[in-house]
């Protein structure tokens, strides 16, 4: 029997579109006589433009490049009218240098990398800044989360995957609690995937899969995972609804996926309450001019319902500094008072006596947290949903048509 290959090909006819999947790492250029074939007819068969989706690609070698190189000329020679537009990745290691050279050489081509700058807030946070604070975060939520997610329907010996794992302390907090059969954790950013395989590194763990990917493209299989954990990312990406459909798609059915986000707007101490109230207000108006919703939380149960999710569980834990070491309470504000007043004021250019005013607010919240008499509180969301089996989605898509 013949091994199955590493990389699907096919042509999409109505999106004008050949969608190359997988791992395209030929001897020669022979080996992939079935992906040329299929973007000769292709180019053959239309006109305008051919797109070449090369967005779940995940390994190309210089010989797979070099074949792509020589249809983009070969098309140009023969269909001199068609534009060919190659969608790309940064997955694939190079791909952005090495496809660059292509409109340089050939008129017909045009290339354009589709996570560059695909969601707005990308810049602010996939940015080594935030390593302290997401660290500093898990620190105190784990404390909270560990017993809900048990309530949650995560259990010992399960398939696990944390997609936008961030620094991948979470991953690593499931794995010694809940030892997994399997655990995935996939991230968008480079620096937070370095910091989390060394990590693992110094712990001696190497059963965590850390991947590079991006989030509303997995290049995991359907079905494959028992619980999917996706934690204060939907909020800072401006289409949660596109990573919820993947993180159900990779679920298996009556598995479940959990999520947690945040309400800024409603963090609050007393006493100090206007300034701190004013402040979050603030943070939360400055990231949703970068397309980020950090007050996604109580929206999660609208769109686990409408994505089909069962058994929909939410709830807040609400973070107090009467429930919470102090200290480490006071920790993770003040991890957000150089985020907030460097990187996030800088990308929404704040003035700065804005910046000063932010500041003190957080400090208010610092005071606040520490102080003997008062009370600071961090909402956080968490929501999870049962994937409903094939035939009950079936039956649920007949009834709403
Ligand atoms: C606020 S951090 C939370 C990280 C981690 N889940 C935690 O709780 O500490 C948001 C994460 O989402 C990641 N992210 C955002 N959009 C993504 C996407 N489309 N694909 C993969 N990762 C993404 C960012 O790189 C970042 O690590």
């Known amino acids: 029997m013949a091994a199955s290959k590493p990389y699907t090909v096919r042509f999409v006819e109505n999106d004008q579109e050949v969608v190359i999947t997988g791992s395209l790492r030929p001897e020669s250029a022979e080996a992939m006589a079935d992906v040329r074939g299929c973007l000769d007819g292709a180019a053959a068969s239309v006109a305008g433009i051919l797109f070449v989706n090369l967005k779940r690609l995940r390994y190309l070698n210089f010989v797979g490049f070099q074949e792509l190189g020589r249809f983009v000329r070969d098309a140009g020679e ?22 660059a050279l292509l409109p340089e050489l050939f008129e017909n081509v045009i290339v354009e990398q589709y996570d560059r700058a695909f969601y707005p807030g990308q810049g602010v946070i996939e940015n080594d800044a935030l390593i302290p604070v997401l660290r500093t975060q898990t620190s105190i939520i784990w404390h909270h989360e560990r017993d809900l997610l048990r309530e949650h329907g995560l259990k010992e010996g399960m398939k696990v995957a944390d997609i936008c794992c961030g620094i991948g302390d979470f991953a690593v907090l499931m794995r010694k609690e809940f030892r997994p059969t399997r655990i995935v954790a996939v991230d968008h950013s480079r620096p937070f995937l370095q910091y989390a395989t060394q990590v693992a590194k110094e712990f001696g763990i190497a059963d965590i899969e850390y991947v590079f990917g991006d989030a509303t493209n997995l290049f995991l299989e359907d079905d494959a995972f028992d619980f999917v954990t996706s934690r204060l990312s939907l909020q800072v990406f401006d289409q949660p609804e596109k990573i919820l459909r993947e993180l159900m798609r ?16 409603h963090n609050y101490g007393y006493p100090r309450h206007e300034s701190v109230s004013w402040t979050y207000q603030q943070i939360n108006d400055m990231c949703a001019e970068l397309g980020m919703d950090l007050s996604f939380g109580p929206k999660m149960y609208s769109l ?16 107090t500094n009467r429930n919470t070491a102090v200290e480490d309470f006071a920790r993770v504000i003040e991890s957000w008072e150089g985020y907030v007043t460097g990187e996030l004021s800088t990308a929404t250019k704040q003035p700065s006596e804005m910046v000063e005013r932010l500041r003190s607010g957080l400090r208010d919240h610092v005071y606040t947290i520490t102080s003997r008499r008062g009370y600071a509180t961090w909402p956080l969301y968490i929501a999870s949903g049962r994937k409903p089996s094939s035939s009950a989605a079936r039956r649920s898509r007949k009834a709403a048509s």
């Open 78 to 99: 023969r269909c001199p009218d068609l534009k060919i537009k190659l969608v790309i990745s940064s997955v694939v290691p190079w791909a952005p240098q090495r496809f």
């Open 250 to 265: 990779i679920c298996r059915p009556g598995g479940r996926v959990y999520l947690t986000n945040e309400m800024m707007s």
């Open 304 to 319: 686990l319902t409408d994505l089909g999710f069962e058994d929909i569980l939410v709830e807040t834990v609400d973070i």
